[in-house]
């Protein structure tokens, strides 16, 4: 461990700490706190955005997936990067125009049931815990690698950090946390993948080429399937990540934080040119690293692959480059987690405890308490399960993450904006069986169970080969929503039009 990782790791810190003290001064009221206030322009929010997406998974797992395993790995950023299209063109006006703080709101502005709510919530605390896990995997084997701490150690010190920002800066630090590391990153990936064409004499298809003997896998490296070998597989994974995005729920949250869906849409398009260019530079990073490190020393850092990047920053670049992309990884996984927290605390506070327990009547002051301490419980919550997930892929856990979000979230959001015969009972069966199925799946599926001792949590035999459920879990919560609707049979044609209106203008009755 150098002076240098040191000294960038505490700039770092020192950082987002003091954005976390100037946010504090701002966030008094519960709208501050899980939005910002609505004050965030559309390049601020659009670069909050990238940084909240662009986490732990694109980062290092991402690198890490393609380094190991090639085209197979390049499949996550062909997913995370067309799944903003979806959001832009399906989900984003619409939900700014009818939520307020929530995925939950956005539902309830058709259908005013406590249970709906409550469904909604459950499912966001549920992605939300997915998630985290990745990032506190990722933060673990980060600093586990750089300072020789023990795993638990590490995850802990993260987790710890993650709840400071969201407990006193809420939403406003959150996001300004978010912006500077997806600078940072930015910066950090443009110079790794000019370093990395450098080496190649700035020859895209002479890297290609080579890339074919040097590597154990031969010429197979450019070619699918050396991780999923089954085109149903494949394909349930790219449904996932290609549709996940518009479901889950720290995505959503952002939404809320501008002023318009105007403001809202020229964010998205700024987190898409940040996000696109990002991931067709993960290309280098993954190349680079099977190139310049080696297959055996990714794997003895992390059997995973999750360190692959700053790995190859310290090839190529020496210790301080090194140094610097670990610090910025590092604040892409506080940045993220606070984010996740923030949402998981929400679905809590505003949702279960403001809207349900205490039916629309508590104070600002009872809701933030309620929020901050909804924020240590979803925090203590990931870090034991974090505990448990270490040999896992980050990439592959978030993409988890994705699946349900796709088959719990998403079938409820486009009915519940686009279908007229959309009712309560199916916005409850929807999303329940969109969130059962794709949890008992992924648990009989071949990452908890695995013959190979070591390989999966549990030693045995997975009851399906699907490595990632998307392909059966997506159509049953659009099925259960359809389902749902059809048997109750209860319409409110006038409800539905209110929504469209609200929903396609932005327009509200008692704002007018």
Not at 148 to 162: E, F
Request: glycine share 8%; hydrophobic share 55%.
């Amino acid at each position: 461990m150098s002076g240098t990782v040191i000294t960038l790791f505490l700039i770092i810190v020192a950082l987002t700490l003091v954005i976390t003290y100037y946010a504090a001064k701002k966030t008094k009221t519960a709208n501050e706190f899980y939005t910002a206030g609505g004050g965030l322009n559309g390049w601020q929010n659009g670069f909050a955005i990238a940084g909240d997406y662009l986490s732990a998974a694109s980062f290092l797992g991402i690198a890490g997936m393609i380094a190991l395993n090639g085209f197979d790995g390049f499949f996550y950023s062909i997913g995370f990067l067309i799944a903003y299209l979806v959001v832009l063109f399906i989900v984003a006006e619409p939900l700014r125009n009818l939520g307020k703080y929530t995925l939950a709101d956005m539902i309830n502005s058709r259908f005013d049931a406590k249970k709906v709510r409550a469904v909604a919530a459950l499912s966001t605390i549920t992605i939300v815990i997915f998630y985290m896990i990745a990032q506190l995997v990722g933060a673990g084997a980060l600093i586990q690698l750089l300072f020789g701490l023990d795993y638990w150690v590490a995850v802990l010190i993260v987790g710890v950090m993650m709840t400071i920002y969201v407990l006193f800066g809420g939403m406003t630090a959150t996001s300004w946390v978010q912006i500077v590391k997806a600078i940072l990153l930015m910066i950090g990936t443009i110079v790794i993948s000019f370093l990395v064409l450098y080496k190649f004499n700035f020859n895209i298809a002479n890297m290609f080429h080579q890339m074919k003997t040097i590597t154990p896998l031969g010429s197979d490296y450019l070619n699918p399937g050396v991780k999923y070998k089954m085109p149903l597989d494949t394909l349930s994974l790219m449904l996932a990540l290609v549709l996940g995005t518009a479901g889950l729920p720290h995505i959503l949250m952002r939404f809320f934080t501008v002023k318009n869906a105007k403001i809202a849409r020229s964010s998205v398009i700024t987190a898409t040119w940040v996000i696109g260019i990002f991931y067709v530079l993960t290309i280098f990073l993954g190349f680079g690293a099977a190139a310049f490190v080696g297959f055996d020393k990714i794997k003895e850092a992390n059997a995973a692959g999750n360190m692959a990047a700053p790995l190859l920053a310290g090839a190529l670049g020496g210790d301080f480059l090194m140094s610097f992309v670990s610090a910025v990884a590092f604040a892409t996984i506080l940045a993220v987690v606070a984010g996740l927290v923030l949402s998981g605390a929400s679905a809590f506070a505003h949702d279960i405890y403001a809207q349900i327990i205490k039916k629309g009547e508590v104070t600002e002051k009872q809701q933030m308490k309620a929020a901050r301490y909804a924020s240590v419980g979803v925090a203590v919550l990931s870090i034991l399960l974090a505990l448990f997930a270490q040999k896992m892929n980050v990439a592959f856990l978030v993409s988890l993450a994705f699946c349900v979000a796709a088959s719990a979230n998403l079938p409820v959001i486009i009915f519940t904006i686009y279908w007229k015969k959309f009712n309560t009972a199916g916005a409850i069966t929807g999303m329940l069986s969109g969130l059962l199925s794709s949890l008992i799946l992924v648990i009989i599926s071949p990452n908890v169970f695995s013959p190979v001792e070591g390989a999966a949590i549990f030693t045995g035999e997975p009851l399906i080969t699907l490595t990632n459920p998307a392909i059966i879990s997506v159509p049953l919560g659009f099925i259960g929503a359809y389902i749902g609707s059809v048997i109750s049979n209860k319409q409110d044609v006038k409800r539905f039009a209110e929504v469209s209106v609200k929903a396609n203008t932005g327009y509200r009755e008692n704002e007018m």
